[in-house]
């Protein structure tokens, strides 16, 4: 069994930043993609970041594209979401995800294994 566990989220001011971190647990991850999604209220929950299993490649939502960096340390099994310049659109639940192959997926339906979430709130 997968557990994934999100830490890092908070209060913070707009243009101000987070880190988020992933940490995995069961079984060797290093082969899977990770992938990085957040759900307001009231909304769908939608893609953030992806990053395949060398971490050479890495794709985000174009809302946050310049903002966010998602990065991995497979030597600790831990994923990373680097979020500056917060905007208080960026509020949400952040959700860190494992999907069971080696090509990255913008679709929640594509990934297996979910953490239990991170609230991450931006104040105007």
């Known amino acids: 069994q997968v557990q994934l566990v999100e830490s890092g989220g908070g209060l913070v001011q707009a243009g101000g930043s987070l880190r988020l971190s992933c940490a995995s647990s069961?079984?060797?991850?290093?082969?899977?993609?990770k992938g990085w999604f957040r759900q307001a209220p009231g909304k769908e929950r939608e893609f953030v970041a992806a990053?395949?299993?060398?971490?050479?490649?890495?794709y985000y939502a174009d809302s946050v594209k310049g903002r966010f960096t998602v990065s991995r340390d497979n030597a600790k099994n831990t994923v990373y979401l680097q979020m500056n310049s917060l905007k208080p659109e960026d509020t949400a639940v952040y959700y860190c995800?494992?999907?069971?192959?080696?090509?990255?997926?913008?679709?929640?339906?594509?990934?297996?294994?979910w953490g239990q979430g991170t609230q991450v709130t931006v104040s105007s």
């Open positions: 990053i395949n299993w060398t971490g050479r490649s890495t």
């Open positions: 069961g079984r060797t991850f290093s082969s899977y993609t």
């Open positions: 995800a494992e999907r069971s192959q080696v090509t990255a997926s913008t679709d929640p339906s594509d990934y297996r294994y």
